[in-house]
């Protein structure tokens, strides 16, 4: 029995998500679909995370088991030849049979991406949130200093998130300019709760409207209080970037 990693990227803008569920289209389900026409067996596909209905990916990792005797290269490429076009296998290989792609990873990096100009862009309507009102990206980027280290994240996650342990340890929060007008949140850490990012980037955006002062966000981390932090940003804006494993 073979344990083969797949890298995936996909644009969520018409997946209710990666986890299969009934009467949805989600990313799982149509990668498994494929996979199991082509090596001709039932697959089950564990991915590293479970992005929401209307997030992106440019390296989602996921594995499966298969007896199928087809190279990797030619599994790549034949699912690249019949999955649709909002989701391609970058990457295949075999992999030892311990790997696991949720449990074996040491960490996830993600962006949030804010169109920050007067008019909106079609061109990056689907994967950034448009904010036509200049955002002080200084101030964001004093109050997200705040969030790095080893925290209980409650604050800073969605009501009905299940984790057990709110506490996370954040490696990197910081705003970059991608380009002008493009705006991208980077957090780095070990694990994220349910909404994490999108409600820190939706925090950090009022700070950055000045709707609310650089020192609420360390304020409402020690307070644990979701109904303190700002709104959750669009699904639309956030990108799982990348995951880690150790060497």
């Known amino acids: ?9 996909y644009d969520g803008t018409d997946f209710a998500g990666w986890q299969r569920q009934p009467n949805a289209r989600t990313v799982q389900e149509v990668v498994e679909q494929a996979i199991s026409a082509m090596v001709h067996e039932p697959v089950l596909l564990r991915g590293a995370g479970r992005t929401d209905a209307g997030v992106h990916a440019r390296a989602q990792v996921a594995n499966f088991r298969t007896v199928t005797a087809i190279p990797c290269e030619g599994l790549r490429r034949g699912l690249n030849g019949t999955l649709p076009p909002d989701v391609a296998i970058v990457t295949a290989d075999d992999v030892d049979d311990a790997f696991d792609a949720r449990r074996s990873a040491r960490g996830k990096l993600y962006a949030y991406r804010v169109w920050n100009a007067p008019s ?15 955002l002080d990206v200084t101030a964001m980027n004093e109050a997200a200093c705040a969030l790095l280290g080893e925290h209980d994240f409650s604050a800073f996650r969605a009501a009905g998130c299940d984790r057990k342990n709110p506490v996370r340890v954040l490696r990197r929060a910081e705003w970059l300019a991608e380009e002008p007008g493009l705006l991208a949140l980077t957090l780095e850490g070990t694990a994220f709760l349910r909404n994490m990012v999108r409600v820190i980037a939706g925090t ?7 709707a609310r002062p650089v020192s609420d966000v360390g304020r409402i981390l020690v307070g644990k209080d979701r109904t303190e932090a700002g709104r959750t940003a669009p699904a639309h804006g956030l990108t799982l970037e990348h995951v880690s494993y150790a060497v």
Do not use: C, D, K
């Open 120 to 134: 909106r862009s079609p061109f990056r309507a689907r994967t950034s949130w448009h904010l036509y009102r200049p």
């Open 204 to 210: 950090l955006v009022e700070v950055g409207l000045h």
């Open 1 to 9: 029995m073979r344990n083969i990693r797949l890298v995936l990227e």
